[in-house]
């Protein structure tokens, strides 16, 4: 696989030629506020630029450990309310996610991560970005004319 860092951010729809030939097109996935990594890769399982679509199930999660290929282990905190205590309680699950060879990521990392296809038997999420590539983002409310 291939990755090529860029001197600045690619935006969707850019094609960028690989060292190797090949031309890669920066893909929509459909999250406006998530904006495209700063570099390239030719790695068919990412959403940037492989073919990997992902489903709209979104989570800002922590960076545990990176020591798999191509794979991390997240941890997911959240806030859980128990009527009978009148009480809010913290819980937190871990997962594997696929990191796309374009991300880079290490222990520590908040991250967004976007549910997938079953990639293999525990992985079923993919990081489509880091906390820092969010931007603010205001949806587009359109009003009908006054008649």
């Known amino acids: 696989m291939t990755v090529v860092k860029l001197q600045s951010r690619p935006k969707v ?21 998530v904006l495209p990594p700063a570099a390239v890769c030719d790695d068919p399982l990412c959403p940037w630029h492989g073919h990997l679509k992902i489903r709209l199930k979104l989570l800002e999660v922590t960076v545990e450990k990176v ?3 191509k794979a991390a282990v997240v941890t997911h ?5 128990l009527p009978k205590y009148n009480r809010y309680e913290r819980r937190r699950r871990r ?3 696929r ?15 976007a549910e997938t296809r079953p990639l293999s038997k525990t992985i079923a ?9 969010v931007v603010e983002w205001k949806a587009k409310h359109e009003t009908l004319p006054s008649v």
């Not at 030629?17 to 999250?31: A, R």
């Not at 905190?77 to 309310?81: F, I, K, N, Q, T």
């Not at 999420?125 to 590539?133: A, C, L, M, T, Y």
Request: aromatic share 8%; net charge positive.
């Open 13 to 33: 729809g850019d094609v960028v030629t690989l060292p190797n030939g090949k031309k890669v097109e920066v893909k929509n996935i459909g999250v406006p506020y």
């Open 67 to 69: 020591r798999m290929h």
């Open 77 to 81: 905190e959240w806030v859980h309310y």
């Open 95 to 97: 997962m594997r996610v």
């Open 99 to 113: 990191v796309p060879e374009c991300i880079e990521v290490k222990p520590g990392d908040k991250v967004i991560i």
């Open 125 to 133: 999420w993919v990081v489509i970005g880091k906390k820092e590539d």
